[in-house]
């Protein structure tokens, strides 16, 4: 089955930045989507985006292209898929995780609320 490793998570201060990475081997279609979620201290998991094999983007509504961007590439026979946050504010203090996610048979899109494989995800701490 499909392995995730997240890393790059961090303590910083308001106004930093950050660059996640997820290192996602064995994907399967249709599970070939690779999402980034987060999860905040007493809210519930969130989807921010996630990203077919060819590299087309589903948005979810967490997620702030003013200060946010991702990414994904194949290197070393592995998919990775980057997250980079700017201007990180104390609202983005969370949990992030990778998950495969679900690749509609349109092939340009991704379900994000259909995760099938998870990472253990990676603190980011926004301190004010």
């Known amino acids: 089955q499909a392995q995730l490793t997240e890393s790059g998570g961090g303590s910083v201060e308001t106004g930093g930045s950050l660059t996640l990475t997820c290192v996602a081997d064995k994907l399967v279609y249709p599970y070939d989507c690779l999402a980034w979620f987060r999860q905040s201290p007493g809210e519930e998991r969130e989807g921010l985006a996630a990203l077919t094999p060819a590299g087309r983007i589903t948005y979810a509504d967490a997620f702030d292209k003013g200060r946010f961007t991702i990414s994904r590439r194949t290197e070393d026979y592995k998919e990775r898929v980057d997250l980079q946050m700017n201007n990180l504010k104390p609202d983005d203090d969370a949990l992030y995780t990778c998950?495969?996610?679900?690749?509609?048979?349109?092939?340009?899109?991704?379900?994000?609320?259909?995760?099938?494989?998870w990472g253990h995800g990676t603190q980011v701490t926004v301190s004010s």
């Open positions: 998950a495969a996610v679900l690749r509609l048979r349109s092939g340009t899109e991704c379900r994000i609320e259909s995760a099938r494989y």
